[in-house]
């Protein structure tokens, strides 16, 4: 239980300061991965693909949450994400906080060094730096990072 709060409130704070654009934006993630987190019966986060439990992986937790994001397009005969859709930043914050706080998989990528540091308040903590070759803290903030 605790290492589900852990990956919660990190991907709150990866959300609220490297992915929100503003005030308003911030609050609608910070919503939507709380409601996640509190609906689901997650107790245990082992990894993004192999499933927290009963072979659920968090993809198909975030498929559940986002459904009503989809409406069905009879001319193109499939279903469509609305364009206001929170999905992928929601799932990128929260796989972002389950590869450096639980297991690494395939990562993600498009941030920088500077991007982890904001999400941390400006010093990365020495157990996230080892997961790095280099010291992250001494490292440009503009150095793309695979988080």
């Known amino acids: 239980m605790e290492r589900k709060i852990q990956v919660r409130d ?11 654009t503003d005030d308003k934006h911030r609050k609608k993630l910070i919503k939507k991965i709380t409601d996640i987190f509190s609906w689901s ?16 992986g968090m993809g198909d937790l975030l498929s559940e949450a986002f459904a009503d994001d989809y409406y069905y397009d ?3 005969d499939e279903d469509v994400r609305m364009e ?19 297991s ?16 941390f308040n400006g010093l990365i903590p020495e157990w996230v730096c080892t997961l790095y070759k280099n010291n992250l803290n001494k490292v440009d903030d503009n150095e793309a990072i695979w988080l």
């Open 10 to 20: 990190f991907a709150i704070a990866f959300a609220s300061h490297v992915i929100a």
């Open 104 to 119: 690494p998989s395939g990562g993600v990528v498009g941030f920088t060094v500077g991007d982890l540091k904001k999400a």
């Open 41 to 56: 019966e997650v107790d245990y986060v082992k990894d993004w693909d192999s499933g927290i439990e009963d072979g659920l």
């Open 84 to 102: 206001d859709s929170l999905e992928d930043e929601v799932a990128c914050a929260i796989r972002t906080s389950i590869d450096l706080l639980v």
């Open 74 to 76: 009879e001319d193109k």
